[in-house]
Each structure stands twice: as C-alpha cells, then as structure tokens.
C-alpha cells in the first residue's frame, strides 16, 4: 500500500497569504495525484487530478505540480472559503490511499 | 442535477450487519466506476470498497474484506454496500463517490454508521 504524507499538519496563515502544502508518496505515483478540499461537515471537492489539473469551475488561484513522489498544491491568494483542510490522493493501485490531511487555518 | 444520496446508515451493535445505498441522478450511472470511502470521527479519508460500471471487479480493502461487499444495480442507478461482522472501528461516515478514472468528482453528503 502506497502511504501518502502530507506537511506540515497545519497551516496558520491571513487572507491574501500563498499557501503551500505538501504531498509525499513512499513510492512513485508517477502523475496519479489528485487533491480535494473538505470544509467541516460537508463532503471533500476535487480540486486538481494528475498533479495539475484543475477540475471543473476550481478558481485559478489553486495550482499543483510535481510527479513521481512529490507534490504541491499552491493556493496563490487566500480567501476566506479556501480555509479547510486539504487531501492528498493516489490512483496508481488498489488500494487508493489518501493522505493525513493539512489544515489551513486563519 | 448531479447528484448522489447515502441512506441506510444508524447505529448497529457490534457483530451485526447494515446495507447502506446510493442513489444516483443527473449523469449516467451505468457508465461510471463507483467507490464507497469512509471517514471515522475527526479522521481522514480511507477508501475502502470499488466496483466498474458493469458490475465486475469488485474489490475491498483489507480492512473490510470477507466482510463488506459491494455491489450495484444499474437498472436501478444505486450502489450498495452490504456490511457485516460489524466492529466498532467501522464507525464512520460512508461516502458514495464516482469515479471518473482519473479522480473522485461527486460525493454524497455520507451516511454515518455507528457500531
């Protein structure tokens, strides 16, 4: 199983601020990367899928990159919705795996 | 509307067993790959259960595996997943979510199961 680590665990940053979060995989995923966004009590969103894309009607200021083992998603200018807690997640075997999780908080 | 919605989920003791559906509107249902992943209580994401759009290869995590099966009726558009054995470390919020071979598109709001 493939295990996803993300970092840092939180993030404290203002409106306006760039956040980078990170995604680490124990082995390569090659670009099979996808990450969502989830706000409490609601269910995750695709964010991005393959590393870069974005999904449909994702905001611009949400980017990622990177393959193999590591990854970023960037969100360029906070805004008060994006605060949340992100998720990593492979598709390269069964069983897909998601990572811990990074909170982006005020 | 694209839409799924959960329900069958409640509180069971441990050792018994639940069926938790899915129904499926505003896309089409026997096109898509579907899983179900869960969520304990201030925890992360854990995908636990998949089937194809025809029904065939289903597959299980371990942790659920001889215990859980899915399944689906596409005459129907709704997933299900059959669960047993039931444990108090299967306390979760259940999602329904499809697959679109690259990513998970569209969840269901969940339906929380309580051993």
């Known amino acids: 199983e493939i295990v996803l680590t993300q970092s840092p665990a939180t993030l404290s940053l203002s409106p306006g601020e760039r956040a980078t979060l990170s995604c680490r995989a124990s082995?390569?995923?090659?670009?099979?990367l996808a990450w969502y966004q989830q706000k409490p009590g609601q269910a995750p969103r695709l964010l991005i899928y393959?590393?870069?894309n974005r999904a449909t009607d994702i905001p611009a200021r949400f980017s990622g990159s990177g393959s193999g083992t590591d990854f970023t998603l960037t969100i360029s200018s906070l805004e008060p919705e994006d605060f949340a807690v992100y998720y990593c997640?492979?598709?390269?075997?069964?069983?897909?795996?998601f990572g811990p999780g990074t909170k982006v908080d005020i | 509307e694209v839409q799924l919605v959960e329900s069958g989920g409640g509180l069971v003791q441990p050792g018994g067993s639940l069926r938790l559906s899915c129904s499926a509107s505003?896309?089409?249902?026997?096109?898509?790959?579907m899983h179900w992943v869960r969520q304990a209580p201030g925890k992360g994401l854990k995908c636990i259960s998949r089937?194809?759009?025809?029904?065939?290869?289903?597959e299980s995590a371990d942790s659920v595996k001889g215990r859980f099966t899915i399944s689906r009726d596409n005459s129907k558009n709704t997933l299900y997943l059959q669960m047993s054995s039931l444990r108090p470390e299967d306390t979760a919020v259940y999602f329904c979510?499809?697959?679109?071979?690259?990513?998970?598109?569209?969840w269901g709001q969940g339906t929380m199961v309580t051993v």
């Open positions: 979510v499809r697959f679109t071979g690259k990513a998970f598109d569209i």
């Open positions: 505003g896309f089409i249902f026997s096109h898509s790959a």
């Open positions: 089937i194809n759009s025809n029904g065939g290869n289903p």
């Open positions: 082995q390569s995923v090659s670009n099979y």
């Open positions: 393959d590393a870069s």
């Open positions: 997640q492979h598709r390269t075997n069964w069983p897909f795996t």
